[in-house]
């Protein structure tokens, strides 16, 4: 990490406006760049239905391609609380050991797997998601395990909350054919979105 994340540049990219979802999150991605372990970075941004992903777009900086194919083949196969496990946003900013351990989340045939036929020991991850189902994913993939200080926690727990909104914002620009059902039948993350928002990082 030869550069500083600047918290601010990463906002900046969230609320750009690149027509193409594609472009949009490539910018994002660059934003991130200067947090990644030398095995690259992955923003993907989706509906959650159920906890299941749609309407699935993504970018990725220096990682193998097909990539994006390859997770959402993946979650397309995992069972609704397989999915909630990994997607709930409690907290919005963690690592893939220390979800394991807090959550019990399962590791046969889910990320972890994916991650490890990679040669990916752990995985920093920053979760937008507002209750409507709206959302923004950042990965960043290391080679061993990833040290979380809580001031860079925090910084990036605030971060997401504005992926998420921004996420919602392009939603509503694009009109009605994009737009998710209501809050309350979405993806029943509606607790866990305000838990998410209160939670202090």
């Known amino acids: 990490m030869s550069a500083r994340f600047d918290p601010l540049a990463?906002?900046?990219a969230a609320y750009a406006a690149p027509a193409e979802d594609e472009a949009w999150l490539r910018g994002v991605a660059?934003?991130?760049r200067p947090l990644a372990h030398g095995m690259g970075v992955t923003v993907v941004?989706?509906?959650l239905e159920g906890w299941r992903p749609v309407k699935v777009a993504g970018a990725t900086l220096d990682q193998p391609p097909g990539l994006i194919d390859r997770m959402q083949a993946l979650w397309d196969g995992l069972p609704q609380e397989t999915l909630r496990a990994?997607?709930?946003p409690v907290?919005?900013?963690d690592t893939q050991l220390l979800r394991i351990r807090r959550r019990r989340a399962p590791t046969a045939d889910t990320p972890v797997e994916l991650s490890r036929a990679m040669g990916i020991k752990d995985v920093l991850g920053v979760m937008g998601l507002d209750p409507t189902g709206h959302a923004v994913q950042v990965t960043?993939?290391?080679p061993a395990p990833v040290r979380l200080s809580p001031r860079l926690a925090h910084r990036l727990s605030l971060v997401a909350a504005h992926l998420a909104a921004a996420r919602r914002l392009r939603s509503y620009a694009a009109g009605p054919a994009r737009r998710t059902s209501s809050a309350a039948t979405t993806c029943g993350c509606r607790s866990s979105c305000r838990r998410s928002a209160r939670s202090p990082a």
């Open 10 to 12: 990463a906002i900046e």
């Open 45 to 47: 941004s989706f509906d």
């Open 30 to 32: 660059e934003a991130f």
């Open 91 to 93: 907290p919005p900013v």
């Open 86 to 88: 990994w997607f709930e």
């Open 140 to 142: 960043l993939p290391s």
